[in-house]
């Protein structure tokens, strides 16, 4: 079943602002992180995208602020363009995408993007600290030079993320609208770190 929107534009027309909300930090950043299925669309993915970022990073968060509307805001990543972000991204040499994988059965990130240097780095990175990796992603591959993660100078790296290894990182996995930090577990925080060692690793 397609997407209910082909762009943000279409969408913004269609729902109010209290519907959704978009965040974004821009440090001018040599690596912009993205969550563009953030919210209640693919919970979880808001934090990690955060956590990431940390003080030094860019971030671009989109959110679904409505549990009733299921996947209704999805917009694909070769679709999904926002003025904020593609400032951002213009200036970035690379970039990170984090996803929700759906129900696999088991607690694994698999990894996508074109960035194929960075990804090496970020598979050791995450193996690592003991985490399942699987760098052939079966779909949602995120190859394609139209996927947000690309359109950064040096393309970037996707993370699609199982439900089962989410809720090992959140202890409720719940998206709140009254902006409080969902409550993370110890695996939470190995992730954040391998994230940004992997992306310290890459800069230098």
């Not at 534009?9 to 040599?30: I, T």
């Not at 009733?68 to 991204?89: K, N, V």
């Amino acid at each position: 079943m397609g997407d209910k929107f082909s762009s943000f534009e279409a969408l913004k027309r269609h729902y109010k602002s209290r519907d959704f909300r978009v965040r974004w930090v821009n440090r001018q950043a040599s690596v912009t992180v993205l969550s563009i299925h953030g919210g209640f669309l693919e919970p979880g993915t808001s934090a990690i995208a955060a956590g990431i970022t940390g003080r030094d990073h860019n971030l671009f968060d989109f959110q679904c602020l409505r549990c009733d509307l299921g996947l209704e805001m999805h917009i694909t990543s070769t679709l999904f363009r926002h003025p904020r972000a593609s400032e951002m991204l213009a200036v970035s040499r690379a970039a990170i995408s984090i996803h929700g994988m759906g129900s696999q059965g088991k607690p694994t990130i698999w990894l996508g993007g074109s960035n194929w240097h960075f990804k090496g780095i970020v598979l050791a990175a995450l193996s690592k600290q003991g985490f399942d990796v699987d760098p052939d992603c079966p779909r949602y591959r995120g190859e394609d030079k139209r996927n947000i993660v690309n359109l950064a100078a040096e393309h970037g790296v996707q993370l699609e993320i199982s439900d089962e290894l989410m809720a090992q990182l959140f202890s409720v996995l719940a998206f709140r609208c009254d902006r409080r930090p969902l409550p993370t577990t110890e695996r939470f925080t190995l992730l954040i770190a391998a994230m940004r060692a992997a992306i310290l690793l890459y800069l230098t």
